[in-house]
């Protein structure tokens, strides 16, 4: 399985940016695909995830302001980011995980000016 994540970039704080991320290769029905982000001198954390079956989880931080969603048909992902906060930037990666096996998106970067 290979990821392509696009999207991503500069914007003010406040404003809003959309990730999207498209899996290929070998799918099974059932996986799990979600952003994770890795801000300077942190490590990896959490932002959301989407499973195949429609369950859906958010780090609690976020809430209200990232919406993850689905297109099994397209097998892509998408991460719609609004009212941004400058502790938004990060470099978000795209992840998914089958079977017991996780394959990670190349990372795009999130930059959220103050």
């Known amino acids: 399985v290979q990821l392509q994540a696009s999207g991503g970039g500069l914007v003010q704080a406040g404003g809003s940016l959309g990730l999207s991320c498209t899996a290929s290769?070998?799918?099974?029905?059932?996986?799990?695909m979600g952003w994770y982000r890795q801000a300077p001198g942190k490590e990896r954390e959490l932002v959301a995830t989407?499973?195949?079956?429609?369950?859906?989880k958010y780090a609690d931080s976020l809430k209200g302001r990232f919406t993850i969603s689905r297109d099994g048909a397209k097998d892509t992902v998408y991460l719609q980011m609004d009212s941004l906060k400058p502790e938004d930037t990060a470099v978000y990666y795209c992840?998914?995980?089958?079977?017991?096996?996780?394959?990670w998106g190349q990372g795009t970067q999130v930059t959220v000016s103050s």
């Open positions: 989407a499973s195949s079956g429609g369950r859906i």
């Open positions: 992840k998914q995980d089958q079977w017991g096996s996780s394959v």
């Open positions: 290769g070998y799918i099974f029905r059932q996986n799990i």
